[in-house]
């Protein structure tokens, strides 16, 4: 797990904040019913078709009014908030207490403390080679090995002195 450097909460608490980092947010198409489960009667879920959109947010803070921190978001899908739409949080993992915290208790989010394991990892695949058109059709073709960089990215939920896996992703990196 990465260590994390932290804030005091108390000091943070108003707004306007500023986070500054990297982050990556993947839409779904998730089916309306599922989503229901996670948002409340109270407001009304944007579907077409039987589906709305949903999928994560997944961030690495570099500043922030709680330091260094990661933060993963599923979203259930989209509500109608009148005048506008918004992006329903189903739940939030946060590698940062205070965050978490400050999450619960004044923003009302389902923030939940997590561990975030990241490393680069690179995959040799061999593939073949396309500039010998006529050879690849006859079979007799060659292939090409190359490298791919990727980022495995492994999230777990921690409560109490207990750690469940949440989530794997592995994303592609330019990293070299």
Avoid at 37 to 66: C, H, M, N, W
Avoid at 146 to 171: N, Y
Wanted: charged share 20%; with cysteine; hydrophobic share 40%.
């Amino acid at each position: 797990m990465d260590a994390v450097e932290t804030k005091s909460a108390t000091v943070f608490l108003k707004p306007p904040w500023l986070f500054k980092g990297s982050a990556l947010y993947q839409l779904h198409l998730v089916k309306a019913a599922t989503a229901r489960t996670f948002i409340p009667k109270e407001f009304r879920l944007v579907e077409a078709f039987g589906y709305t959109l949903g999928g994560f947010f997944l961030a690495q803070y570099e500043d922030s009014p709680f330091g260094v921190f990661d933060e993963l978001v599923v979203i259930a899908g989209i509500v109608w908030n009148p005048p506008t739409s918004c992006a329903w949080a189903a739940r939030v993992l946060v590698n940062n207490h205070d965050a978490c915290l400050h999450g619960r208790k004044d923003v009302g989010l389902p923030s939940h403390y997590a561990g975030f394991s990241k490393r680069i990892a690179a995959i040799t695949e061999k593939r073949r080679d396309t500039s010998s058109g006529f050879l690849n059709r006859v079979g007799v073709g060659s292939f090409v090995r190359s490298t791919i960089k990727h980022l495995d990215i492994q999230v777990s939920e921690i409560k109490d002195s207990s750690e469940a896996e949440f989530c794997s992703m592995r994303l592609p990196t330019s990293a070299s």
